[in-house]
Structure formats: structure tokens, C-alpha cells
């Protein structure tokens, strides 16, 4: 698995939608130039090791290990159902809530294992962006960005500085600041999912993981989300499973390939893009399945 | 980094005392049920003789006697309820299901969601100035429409909702086969529902078997055989009722022992329903 | 068009004679079904028409007085149903104050902390809790909790909050709070059902998304899914609360069937349902019963405008209906 080069922030991106648009009609394969980073061993954050997962007696994640750069942002692809959402599901223990699901093997966290510890405060140091934007109804914008201080029992001390820092983090504080008291649930679709990505920022994890985040927006809002991914993964370390291939190759330094519950092949996405060293992985990527 | 430890500490404990409070509700909630049950078990079946079900109440402060008038009344005033109440139910709920998108279909079902909310024993009020006020006396006719009334909300919307839930595609190769409109609703899709109505019915049969209030002032008690459906009749609720508040030692038995025969049955209807819906939702 | 079926083709004549009939059959079908729907409307209609009439004498003679009236003398003709409605709301309160939070206690239960074997055995259970009737529950009271109540538990209440108008005063075992306590038994089911589909018409989601904040299980209930069931679970309580307005025979049994009004919750008392169970039957003049009568509407007003409210709180949470069950 080669780790060496990483891949650099994926070129000056411009805020212009035409921009993304007219990246998006190149090829992903497309190689572009890069400048070379930090040499070898990037430090790792995050390492699965030999996990399983079952949903009661089907065993949907086979013996996956994987490591997760500090600082860079690993995407998952895979055809559906291969198991990356209950893979990153595992990450921060959400898997078992469902009934009838376990996991095995071994998930470090630095170097904490992360089944010894309470999930409750492994999700404070891994965040989790759904599928779905779920902004609290019931709650305020302003409330939904300190819901997680809220209900960890933290009380910051400028809860509105805080307020409006994630919310500039994730550009939408232009847009909201003038109703910070109106329902999360009166923003758009990309808006509510950025709020949403605020209220995680706002618990300072350590790890952010997105489940397919931009699958449920449109293009322009998908585009500001992914350039949110791009500025945030110089503080946290990223893990964003995907099904759009492009959105992987445009966002993460490394891509990693699933199929049915296994791991394929993983290594830097220009890698995976262009010189896949599997087949499974060329079919995939070439749109000959899934 | 104290203060966020403790306040830890004291989440999880907060979160292990809420878990202990709702199992502990669930706890004190059927405690009840099972002292009533045991109750009504260890006090009642010392009283279910063959006198009790074969003879008739003694006249008061003499000792013995039974309930068979009572049991008999009974059954025929809940017969008479299915008579009034079934029909009318499920063709009302079958109307609702087909054609009840219009203003007049959401009126009706308004009007049964009213009449289910309605206490039984202003439907009693309602019965008697309407049957027995005009006829001058109690009957097994007055009570058994008032048990109808009470029926009637569960018995249609069950049906409404059951039918709502077969498959269109049955109807479909139902009319395809040129059964007419009429006959696939109730041959296909009432056939099909019908095993869910029957539990439906089931349930509302046992409400109304142990229903007393209506009964005081529509078929009132009878301490004798009804010799007609015109006349008052007794009920094994309503014999139930009057034995306990009386003073006699031995009604009190008596009132235990018919306790006992009015929740078997309801129990048995009960569990029979269950059973029937999870065999139900299992073959399929 | 028929003839030209008709002329044409001899072996179609079946057909078109069989549609004939169809149209027929289908019309009576749709005609007769509506026919006996109206009759449901009708019911209901009659059923006000006949409790407004049956009240009317009594409408005429007290006026809105009646409701104020704190007097109920049936030698001297005079009826005011303050002191019933007073119990009835004073034992309403009190048994939702109970059956509240264990209903609650147990719908959450269900939901999100019992094991998937425990679950329907568990609903059945608290189901069979409505199924027992409520004459059996008073048997059970007369003789079993009414002593309970006499001996241990209201002296008890007496020595430690004695200081409270509510716990002082003479006591029978017969009284406001052991109706209250029989009602609370009684409306558990109710709310606790209603308030279990309540629960679990909220989406998943948002239990989630205070799940990978970090919050504990409670937490992410009481922030991610009670915030958003809020107005469906006040519709199970007004459902409970109609339910407990409407309970006759345990409370006649059990609450002493007097009409007085007292702070104590010892204090024998009672409620618009039992008044009419107990004397009815004894009504011989006619103002007397068109007293009762009268209780009877308001009874029958409140519960319905209750009820109405309820299942519009109800349905606005999952856009589920709540149909025969309750």
C-alpha cells in the first residue's frame, strides 16, 4: 500500500460553478500536476484493522484494514452495497445501534482502541455528516450549531463567537447571520446539510466522517460542500464515502475501493484513477459495473 | 477538564436511571393487571359450581343460587349487538374503503371517529330516551343497541383500514376475470381482509361483553328469565356490579365467581385475536 | 349502441345483457353501502338530538347555573353539577399525574430500550391492561384496594404530607384518590399505545444525528425524538384524559358517590359518569333525570371536542392515523 506521495489539494480551486463544471467534464483519469508533499509515512490517524461487521448472523464487511492520513481525506467508492455506509458506520460505533449488529476486529483511533472506549465520547472526537441533512427541527440555527455542546454538558464560554465561527467555517454565515433564531429547517437542502457539517465542527472532533453527504443535494450546493471538504481536511482528518467517482477523484488524496464487504485496492486516487492495479477495481472505475 | 469528566460521569448515570425508571414503569404498570387476575382467580373459583351456572339468582338474604340467567342474558344481548353492529359495521367500512374520498365518506368517518370517543354510558343516556323512554320499559332490545353503538366505531373502521390494505393487484385480476365491481369488493378483497375483521371483531366483541354502564338503564337486570327480548334482562356485568356494592357475603362470592367466567372470556377473546394475527402475519 | 350489439352479433347478447346487469348490481351496492354508511351519521346525529332533548327541561329550568351550581338536591328539585364536574376534573388530573409518566415511561421502553423477544409479549400485557372491564377493576377495588388504601397507604400519605390540604382529613379507603388511582390503572394503555406510534413515526434520522454528537440514549431521545413527537404525544395524553372522563364503573365503585366538594383526596366524592350510574335508575321525576340527561351532554360535548383535538395533534406528527384502537 503505498503511501508515499500524496496527492496535493487538488489544484487552486475557483469558486465559479463553471470551473467545477468544466473540471467535471474532464475525464477523472486525467492526471494533473502535482507538487510533491510530505515524503513517506503521512501520519496516521485512524486505522481499521481486520473489521467485521454483521448484521446479525450475515457477515457484511469481511476483514477490512485500512488507514486513514492525518489531515488528508480518504474517500470510499464502491458499487451499492458493497458495505462502505456500514463501514464508516463502524468507525463511530453508530453501527451497533442498529439491532441485531456487531462488529469485530480492531478500530485505533491514534492509538486508542476504540471499542474500549465509552462510544459516547469516541463520537465527540469522530463527527459524522449524514446522507440525509438532519438538522434538530425543533432547534434554532443558532441552536443546532451548539446542540452537541448542549448536550455533552459543555458550556462554551461565547457561545455566539463559536456560533458564528463554524458557521463562517462553513460559509453560510453571510447567509444566515441576519436569522440566526429561525428553524433549521428553513434552509435549503445544501444549506441545511452545511448546518449540520457546523454542528459537528462545532464539537472540535478530531475525525469527520461523511456518508455520502452531497447525494442528496444539487450540483451547486454538492460543489460548495466538496470545497467545504477541501478546507477543512487542512484541520481534521476526512473520511467520505462516495458513489459519484468524480467527487472522489476531485476531493481526496486516497480512494479506496470496496466490493462486496471486501477491501479491493487502496492507495492515492490519481493511482486508483488511472493505473489500478486490479481488475475488479479498472471494471468498476471504467462504469463496466455497478 | 475535571468539570467534563464529572458532568460525564453524570450523564451516563442519568442516562442508566432514565433506562431503570421506564423499565421500573413497565414494572408498575402491569402489577395491576396481574393482582386483578390473581384476585379475581384465587377468590373466584370457589364459587364456580354447577349451581352457579345452572340455577337461578335466590331471592335476597337466602344462600346459593347461581348466575345462569345471567350468563344466558349475556350472550344474548352481545348476540343481539353482533346482529345490529356487524352488518351495518363492515358494510359502512366497506363503503368508507371504496368510495370514502368524497365530502360525505369523510363526514361518515368523522361521525364514527366521534362515536368511538363517546362514553358508554351517554350512549346508555342516549338509548334510553330513545328505546326505552318511547317503549315504557327496559329490554334486551334497548341493551343490545346500546352495545351496537359502541361497537359499531371499532367494527367499521377496522374493516375501512383492513380492506384499504389488500393488495389493489387482487382486484385487479379480480376485474380482469369480469367480476363485476361489486362482487370483487365483497367476494375478493372483503374475502381477503375478512380474517383481519374477524379479529377486529374479536377485540369488540370482548369490550362489549364486559360493558356494564349502558346496560343499567337499557336492559336494567332481571332477577328471573327474560320470557322475551322485551323484557329487562340480566348481564353478567351488570350482576357483577350489583352483588359487589351489595352487603351479602354470599353475593360477594357470587360476584367473584362471575368475575371470573366474564375475564376468561374476555382474556380468551384476547388472546385468540393475538394469535390469530401472528399466524396471520407468519404464513405470509 | 346496445341494438347494434344486439343485431350484430347473437352470441355477444349475453354480454351486453350481462353488463346491463352489472351496472346494476353495482349501483345498488354503491347506493346500499352509502345507505347504511349515512346510518352512522345518522346515529350520531340522533345521539345529540336525543341528548339535547332529554336535557332540555333541565337546560330551561338552571340555565347556565347548572354548571355553577353547587347544590344537588334531588328531594328539593335542585340540581347544580359543580360538585361532579369538580371530581371529575379532580380525578382526571390526578390519574393522568400517574398514568403520565409511567405510560411514557413505558412507550420509550418499547421503542428504543426492550430487547426485540420482549416487545410483543410486553404490548400484549399492557394491551390486556384495557381488555379487563371495568366492572371487574371496581370488584377488585371494593375488596382488595379500597382496604389497601383505608389501612396502609393513606395514613402513610397522612404522617408524611399531612401538611398539604389534600392529604388531611378523615378516610375510608373509599374516596377521590382511590378513584383516581383505579382511573390511572385504567388509562395507562391508552396513552401508552398512542404515544408508542408516536414515538415511532419519528425518522430515525434524528436520533442519529444526536447519537454521533456524542449524546447518551436518553439524550438523543429527549433531544433528538421528543422535541419532534411533542404534539403528537399531548394528543395521547387528551386521549387518556378523555378516556378517564368517560370511566363509570370503577369510579362509582370506588369513590364514594358523594357529592361534595373537599381538597382532601381522602374526601369520598363524585364524577359526572358515576352520578348518572348511580342514580338514573332512581330518577323518578322528570326534572331529576333531565339533570341527569344534562350531565350526560356535557360529558358527551367535552369528550368529543377532547377526542377531535387529540387525533388532530395525533395525526400531524407521522401523518398516521389512529384508527380502531383507541
Known sequence: ?290 | MNGIRSSYVYRRAVDRAVRAACVLAAIVALVPLFLVLYYVTVRGIGGLNWAFFTELPKPVGEAGGGAANAIVGSIQLVGLACLFGIPLGVLAGVFLAEFGQSFFGRMVRFAADVMAGVPSVTIGIFIYALVVLPTKQFSAYAGGLALAVIMLPTVTRTTEELLKLVPEALREAALGLGVPQWRTTLWVMLRTAAPGVATGIMLAVARVAGETAPLLFTSFNNRFWARGLNEPISSLPVQIYTYAVSPYEDWHRQAWAAALVLVSLVLFLNVAARVLVRNRVRSR | MNTEFESQRPAREGAAHRRLQLNWGDRVFRVGTAGLAGLVLLIVGLMAWQMVGASALSMREFGFGFITGREWNPVLEQFGALPFIYGTLVSSFVALCIAVPVSFGIAIFLSELSPAWLRDPLSFLVELLAAVPSVVYGLWGIFALAPLMRETVEPALRTSLGFLPFFQGPNQGFGMLTGALVLSIMIVPTISSVSREVLRAVPQSYREGALALGATHWEAIRTGVMPVARSGLIGAVILGLGRALGETMAVTMLIGNRADISLSLFAPAHTMASVIANEFTEATEDLYLAALAEIGLLLFVVTVLLNIVARTLVWNVGGRREGSRV
Open chain 1, 1 to 290: 500500500m503505498m503511501m508515499g506521495y500524496s496527492s496535493a489539494p487538488i489544484g487552486a480551486r475557483e469558486n465559479s460553478e463553471k470551473d467545477v463544471i468544466s473540471r467535471e467534464a474532464q475525464s477523472p483519469t486525467a492526471t494533473r500536476e502535482r507538487p510533491q508533499e510530505e515524503p513517506a509515512t503521512a501520519n496516521v490517524k485512524m486505522r481499521a484493522g481486520d473489521l467485521r461487521a454483521f448484521f446479525g448472523k450475515a457477515e457484511v464487511i469481511k476483514g477490512i484494514s485500512l488507514p486513514f492520513p492525518e489531515n488528508k481525506v480518504t474517500a470510499i467508492i464502491g458499487p451499492s452495497g458493497c458495505g462502505k455506509s456500514t463501514f464508516i458506520r463502524c468507525l463511530n460505533r453508530m453501527h451497533e445501534v442498529v439491532p441485531g449488529a456487531r462488529a469485530a476486529g480492531e478500530v485505533l483511533l491514534d492509538s486508542d482502541d476504540i471499542y474500549a472506549m465509552d462510544p459516547v465520547r469516541l463520537r465527540r472526537r469522530v463527527g459524522m455528516v449524514f446522507q440525509k441533512p438532519n438538522p434538530f427541527p425543533t432547534m434554532s440555527i443558532r441552536g443546532n450549531v451548539l446542540a452537541g455542546l448542549k448536550l455533552n454538558g459543555i458550556r462554551p464560554d461565547d457561545p455566539d463567537g463559536l456560533a458564528e465561527k463554524t458557521l463562517r467555517q462553513v460559509a453560510l454565515w453571510d447567509e444566515v447571520k441576519d436569522g440566526l433564531g429561525r428553524s433549521g429547517m428553513s434552509l435549503s437542502g445544501g444549506q441545511q446539510q452545511r448546518l449540520c457539517i457546523a454542528r459537528t465542527l462545532a464539537m472540535e472532533p478530531e475525525v469527520i466522517l461523511m456518508d455520502e453527504p452531497c447525494s442528496a443535494l444539487d450540483p451547486i450546493a454538492t460543489a460548495r460542500v466538496e470545497e467545504l471538504i477541501h478546507e477543512l481536511q487542512k484541520q481534521y482528518t476526512i473520511v467520505i464515502v462516495t458513489h459519484n467517482m468524480q467527487q472522489a477523484a476531485r476531493v481526496a488524496q486516497y480512494t479506496a475501493f470496496f466490493y462486496m464487504g471486501e477491501l479491493v485496492e487502496h492507495d492515492e486516487t490519481n493511482v486508483i484513477f488511472t493505473r489500478p492495479a486490479q481488475a475488479r477495481t479498472e471494471d468498476y472505475i471504467t462504469g463496466r459495473f455497478g
